[in-house]
Structure formats: structure tokens, C-alpha cells
């Protein structure tokens, strides 16, 4: 009988044992489900919000920064003498502000190419072979450009002046 005895309690003892292990096992899978849920959730709402956000504000700064530029074919122009006749040959590019300013100037072009030629025509070839000559030619154009082209009203906004060529020849 003692044989008997422990064969019993050895089996309740495997079946005690698989229960409480099976209970301690299903709450750790139920806890790291409820983890996962959890972070998973929260990573979601917190870089959900901040890339649709974020991109949002991009595409506005980028369509509200985005530069408009306005090409002024080549010309020739001469120059003050100094020591013979001196020209220059001069292509620009004007950065404006926005798309309104661009046509307005393509509507103005004889004005614009009249403006720029009374300007580079009063220079000096000494005074334009410095950097610091085309910075102060810079300002020069941008204020003449900035006149308004009809008698009132507000002149366009130049915000930059580009040379893309720039070549003084003397003759």
C-alpha cells in the first residue's frame, strides 16, 4: 500500500505543478501582450503626430520659401572710358519673391533692360572688376528695379541679383 500511497501523490503532484506553472505562464504572456499593445500604441500616436506635423509644416515652408527667378538674356553694353572703349558683356538672373513679382517684370522688360543699361553704362571697368564693385552694382540694380514702372503705386522686390556671366573687354 505504500506503493500505492505514493504513486497517488506523485501524480497529484504533476498535475498540482503544470497548473500552477500553466496559470504563472499565461499571466506573463498576457502581461507582455498587454506591454506591447501598450508601447505600440503610444509609438504610434507619438511619431503618427509628429510626421503628419511635421511634413505638413515642411511643404508650407518649403512652397513658402521656394525662390522665383527671373533670366535677363545677355547684352553688351559700354562702359565709362578710362583708357580706350571698354565693354561689358553681362548676363543676370533676379530672384523676386514670388511668381506675381516674376510676371510683373516679364510685362516690364523694355523698362527692366532700359534701367539696367542706363546703370552698367555709368559704370567704370575698374570700378566693376572688384568683388566689392559688383556687390555695390548689386545694390545699385536692386534699388533702380525697386522703382515703380507704372507712375504709382509700389515698385517690384528684387531679393537678389545673379550674374551668370560677366566679361569686360577692352578694345
Known sequence: MATKGKAPAKGAEAEAAPAKSSKKML?????AVLVLVIGGAAAFFMMGGKKKGGDDHAEEKVEAKAPTF???EPFVVNLQQETGDQYLQVAMTLQVP???TAESLKLFMPQVRSRLLMVLSSKKASELLTSEGKRRLTDEIVDQLGEPFSGNGKGPV???VFYTSFVIQQQ
Open 27 to 31: 499571466f506573463i504572456i498576457i502581461g
Open 158 to 160: 528684387i531679393n537678389d
Open 70 to 72: 527671373v533670366v535677363i
Open 98 to 100: 514670388n511668381a506675381p
